[in-house]
Nanobody, 119 residues
Framework: QVQLVESGGDLVQPGGSLRLSCVVPEDIFGSNTMGWYRHLSGKAREEIARITVGSITRYLDSVKGRFTISRDADKKSVYLTMNSLKTEDTGVYYC?????????????WGQGTQVTVSS
């Protein structure tokens, strides 16, 4: 059974930092571009960062310069380091392949991890 397990979300003040982690099954990690998505209240889920197997990265403009995506082949994990957090970054963050995994004809999503930026 495929599982993508996100962690690291928390309540943080504006300007603060967080590091999100995602453990990825080995057979998925080694052959897919991985990414972080987020679901902000009242908006559709959006891709915010991606990293290829060769560690080429790309970012949504609104997080560029503040967020950094990375991957660790030994730990089969993908990370999102978030600095200078803003209240508008509040939402649920997910990791997934790019494009999202399809299992039994449906997009698969993990539970995500909640990030709340508030004073």
């Amino acid at each position: 059974q495929v599982q993508l397990v996100e962690s690291g979300g928390d309540l943080v003040q504006p300007g603060g930092s967080l590091r999100l982690s995602c453990v990825v099954p080995e057979d998925i990690f080694g052959s897919n571009t991985m990414g972080w998505y987020r679901h902000l209240s009242g908006k559709a889920r959006e891709e915010i960062a991606r990293i290829t197997v060769g560690s080429i990265t790309r970012y949504l403009d609104s997080v560029k310069g503040r967020f950094t995506i990375s991957r660790d082949a030994d730990k089969k994990s993908v990370y999102l380091t978030m600095n200078s957090l803003k209240t508008e970054d509040t939402g649920v963050y997910y990791c997934n392949t790019m494009p999202a995994l399809i299992i039994r004809a449906r997009e698969y999503w993990g539970q995500g991890t909640q990030v709340t930026v508030s004073s």
